[in-house]
């Protein structure tokens, strides 16, 4: 799968954090752009209990979360991880995604 592939396709959900450098999430929108990513970004309220569609993706309310095509990932080092197999790999299926 090829950056052009992901472009239309890729959401973060990301917490309310206003900067790219505070938080985990922010880590993520970083490693997006630096892989030139074009990805829409959901906001999700501070409150857990106040994300159940974060929930719905993935059975727990933690974010970030990248979703593209039908795979879901969370947790910050996993998804930079899969940003990394699909760059190296374009063809294959990462790990750790969820289906």
Known sequence: ???ATLVAMTTLYR????????CACGKVARSLRREGIEFDEVRVPARKRDRPEVEDLTGQRW????VHGD???H??????EH????RGHED??????VR
């Open 1 to 3: 799968m090829t950056a």
């Open 15 to 22: 917490c309310k954090t206003p900067t790219d450098v505070l």
């Open 63 to 66: 974010v970030p979360v990248l």
């Open 71 to 73: 795979e879901v990932v």
């Open 75 to 80: 947790d910050s080092h996993r998804i930079v």
């Open 83 to 86: 940003l990394d197999y699909l």
């Open 92 to 97: 294959a299926s990462p790990v750790g995604a």
